[in-house]
């Protein structure tokens, strides 16, 4: 089998090269002649655990290769994924330009049976336009079928949620189309991966659903977690104890900055638009975006307070990415807390392990440093926003020499108040008093 991938952006790379994993032959096409040389020379555009060494490897078996000539992609694959961007438009909902065009593109090229998936994440009602769009630029010359076929990718972890997905939601009603949907699928039909077939409508959906309501749980811990603040609770225990409950689970239930990232905001505001314009409100997520805003302005008041004051004081400030295990910066809460330490007045010296190159771009008046220690080096405090792996194992006695006060702000609670305390830091982390009290259980 043949397959087409348009974009080769995150969803589209991965998805290429996971497919050619698959023993597929893949062809991953995009516009931007400079992506598509520098991926024929074997460089990755992004930062992703795992990709470069997948795509090298399949590159060199032959079974995926990279072009700018979309034509010839289309006629020669069976099967064509749309993985082109749907960024915000400033209503919230999202731009479906690239979609169109992609469309366009497939009807002028259809010389046979072509099964449509949309990767992307895109609005209910989606698939219908595409199917109109190939039948009017096709002229009927061929039969095709649209199919919903939504990522569930995570920054970071990307090869090994598409090679152990949850499940694989397929939205179509044409049933040769979900026949050759599985045969694509066959080696995670082998390892008993549940499917999801249903129509295009529910399959778009679906995907919305998931991430709002990801992105509800989020909002809600964060919320606990300034309750807790206010009563002396500790919102880790709170967490524990409600995702000991099967039905609700603990995944997700880390109080921290608020999310960020290219999906969780993006297609929160996208499945709120998608209600307005279909007449209703949807209170909630309504609420978790505003919650989202308010929780990131909240962390700057806790590093102002931290730090009795913003003005003229030097914070280092570690991690820069929304997530760790990625360089993605598209809403990244360390963006408004920075933007926050700035408009008060603070100098701030910045690292992260992957990060650094974009965000050169975006402040002038931002030292970036090679290392958390050089980012510690004359600061009045250090305030974590990632939770990269190598900041969970700091030498404390090497940051008391180099900070001018032994001060962590915490704000992803990757470490323990007790050994900060006793490491000589006054530390602060979200939800959680600094100095938890004893358990009964411990003096009896």
């Not at 970071?156 to 152990?164: L, P, R």
């Not at 509800?216 to 995702?243: H, P, Q, W, Y």
């Not at 991690?319 to 809460?333: A, C, H, I």
Request: with cysteine; proline share 5%.
């Amino acid at each position: 089998m043949r397959i087409c991938v348009v974009g080769t952006g995150y969803v589209g790379l991965v998805t290429g090269a996971c497919l050619a994993d698959f023993g597929v032959h893949v062809v991953c096409v995009d516009k931007d002649t400079e992506k598509i040389e520098a991926l024929k020379r074997g460089e990755i555009p992004i930062y992703e655990p795992g990709l470069n060494t997948l795509v090298k490897k399949n590159d060199a078996q032959g079974l995926l290769r990279f072009t700018t000539e979309l034509g010839p992609a289309i006629e020669e694959s069976e099967a064509v994924f749309i993985a082109v961007g749907t960024p915000p438009l400033p209503d919230g909902s999202a731009d479906l330009t690239f979609i169109r065009q992609v469309a366009e593109s497939i009807g002028q090229h259809l010389n046979s049976y072509k099964v449509i998936i949309t990767k992307s994440t895109v609005p209910t009602g989606t698939g219908r336009m595409i199917e109109e769009i190939v039948r009017q630029t096709s002229g009927d010359r061929s039969e095709f079928a649209v199919v919903s076929n939504p990522e569930f990718l995570r920054e970071g972890s990307a090869i090994e949620d598409f090679m152990k997905p949850d499940r694989v939601v397929i939205g179509s009603r044409d049933p040769r189309a979900i026949e050759v949907m599985l045969d694509i699928y066959s080696p995670l039909r082998v390892a008993d991966v549940p499917f999801v077939i249903t129509n295009v409508e529910t399959a778009e959906l679906i995907k919305y659903a998931s991430n709002g309501f990801l992105a509800v749980k989020i909002s809600f811990i964060n919320e606990i977690a300034k309750l807790c603040e206010t009563l002396g609770a500790d919102v880790e225990v709170v967490a524990r104890g409600m995702g000991l409950d099967n039905r609700i689970g603990a995944k997700f239930l880390h109080p921290g900055p608020g999310f960020g990232g290219s999906c969780f905001p993006k297609d929160s505001r996208a499945v709120a638009q998608i209600a307005s314009d279909n007449g209703m409100t949807f209170h909630i997520m309504e609420a978790v975006l505003h919650v989202n805003e308010r929780t990131k302005a909240r962390m700057v008041d806790k590093i102002r307070d931290a730090f009795g004051g913003l003005s003229e004081r030097n914070i280092a400030v570690l991690g820069l990415s929304f997530k760790p295990d990625t360089d993605d910066m598209r809403e990244s809460p360390a963006l408004d807390i920075i933007e926050g330490l700035r408009r008060g007045g603070a100098h701030v010296r910045a690292f992260d392990p992957a990060a650094m190159d974009e965000c050169r771009e975006l402040w002038d008046d931002v030292t970036f440093c090679s290392n958390p220690y050089e980012a510690a080096d004359g600061a009045d405090g250090l305030v974590i926003v990632t939770e990269w792996n190598q900041f969970r194992k700091l030498e404390f006695d090497r940051l008391k020499k180099l900070l001018n006060e032994p001060l962590i702000v915490d704000l992803r609670n990757i470490y323990e108040p007790a050994k900060i305390t006793e490491a000589g830091f006054r530390y602060v982390s979200v939800g959680r008093p600094n100095e938890l009290p004893t358990p009964l259980w411990a003096s009896q």
